[in-house]
Nanobody
Framework: QVQLQESGPGLVKPSQTLSLTCTVS??????????WSWIRQPPGKGLEWMGA???????YYSPSLKSHTSISRDTSKNQFSLQLSSVTPEDTAVYYC???????????????WGKGTLVTVSS
């Protein structure tokens, strides 16, 4: 059973960088052909795919977020991370990590999800 757990600060100030880590257990992030995605859901709104990192370390981003989003990984810890720079209150959301999604945010292909973590952007 694959399990994912998001971790990081729940409060970030405007203009700062939001950093989250997803720890994966029960499966390796380097297993061939799997993608590992970050998704967010602002209050009262739908899901938004932010980007993904593939089994080989390749990264893919939503065009609307690409300019201030970075996804990386630590294979020794079986973790992948999200950094979102220059945040504003509009970046307040529940942030999820998930397995799957390919390189374009295919929600039907996401078979395991973390529980999500609320990040509030406020001064």
């Amino acid at each position: 059973q694959v399990q994912l757990q998001e971790s990081g600060p729940g409060l970030v100030k405007p203009s700062q960088t939001l950093s989250l880590t997803c720890t994966v257990s029960g499966g390796s992030i380097t297993t061939t052909y799997y993608y590992w995605s970050w998704i967010r859901q602002p209050p009262g709104k739908g899901l938004e795919w932010m980007g993904a990192i593939a089994y080989d370390g390749s990264t893919y981003y939503s065009p609307s977020l690409k300019s201030h989003t970075s996804i990386s990984r630590d294979t020794s810890k079986n973790q992948f991370s999200l950094q979102l720079s220059s945040v504003t209150p509009e970046d307040t959301a529940v942030y999820y990590c998930a397995r799957g999604g390919s390189d374009y945010g295919d929600y039907y292909g996401m078979d395991y999800w973390g529980k999500g973590t609320l990040v509030t952007v406020s001064s």
